[in-house]
DNA sequence: GCTTTTGACTAACTTTGACTTTCAATACAA
DNA sequence: TTGTATTGAAAGTCAAAGTTAGTCAAAAGC
């Protein structure tokens, strides 16, 4: 693996795909020596790789007997998973959420690699014209229309401009 | 050879020759200096010789761990139809002959229904609320932007992983 | 005049480490 | 016993440093 965050994020997802369970609890500590790297990258990863937009969850304690759980979010399948992302993006979102979703929404099959694409360049590249205070607005919205669409919403459209 | 640039792209395309695969990655600083020039060199080739329209496809990332990955894209098969939309779309475009060119898209099956809805969901109601008079601009620029990133994916039905 | 070459500056990600906060257990005092 | 202070073992935060690649415009070559 090139870089540290990818082994890293490898590695967990592996320990959560063999784990009974849909969560796996570790030490931050010592999985840091076990792959070789200060704690405080774990967090990195985790912040990063496993937010809650990519459809996890991760709680955790300090102190003796401290723990790090990785939880796989329960974010339904098929239609409500599109229905929980649409929900919680409000009326503005960041390109890293963004593309948080549409990560989580491929990875559950529930778009393909195609259309996630098409969702990555309209909210992405799509509105690197729009003022920067006003992107995460503009993704907003046009994410929230392209998840209607995938809802099986009509599109109302009379045929001029409304 | 002459010139730099005329060597690099020698260099890269003989590298895309040999590799197995149907694209290279690259780090831009270790080839740079492989081949005794300033890494925005690369650049520079990069845009002229491997262009969309020349065949190719690049995509990149920064920081650690970070690549440029040079994709020779397959020729025919309906592409053409897709960069004529492409270059047919300038910099503005209305709603309804943006709807027409995705029509016709989906009619020589170079996009799904879903995929068309997406288009027709990110030019339509995405973008309702910008003002009027700079709506055919957005329309034009986020189309373009799901149109580049059609080029570089595989054909629909068919589709692997990307 | 066009294309090519260069390099200073910028942007995006990653890695690290010093410092902080929280918690459980233990020790101690009343 | 009961409440409280101490302590050590976690995990969290944040900013600096490191590692890539991108941009842009000036300079250099046709």
């Given at each position: ?12 997802k592996e320990m959560l795909r063999t784990a009974g369970e ?141």
């Amino acid at each position: 693996m090139k870089n540290l965050c990818d082994a890293i994020e490898q590695y967990i997802k592996e320990m959560l795909r063999t784990a009974g369970e849909d969560f796996i609890e570790i030490r931050r500590n010592s999985l840091a020596e076990q792959l070789g790297c200060v704690p405080s990258q774990i967090n990195y990863v985790l912040e990063t790789r496993f937010s809650l937009e990519r459809g996890y969850l991760v709680e955790s304690r300090r102190g003796g007997g401290g723990y790090v759980r990785i939880v796989r979010r329960r974010v339904g399948t098929g239609r409500d998973a599109v229905e929980t992302v649409f929900s919680e993006v409000r009326d503005a979102i960041s390109r890293a959420k963004a593309e948080g979703y549409i990560h989580m929404l491929e990875e559950e099959g529930l778009v393909s690699a195609r259309e996630a694409m098409l969702l990555r360049r309209a909210v992405g590249d799509g509105v690197s014209w729009v003022a920067r205070v006003d992107r995460d607005s503009a993704r907003a919205r046009i994410l929230r229309s392209m998840l209607l669409g995938l809802l099986g919403e009509p599109q109302p459209y009379n045929g001029r401009e409304a």
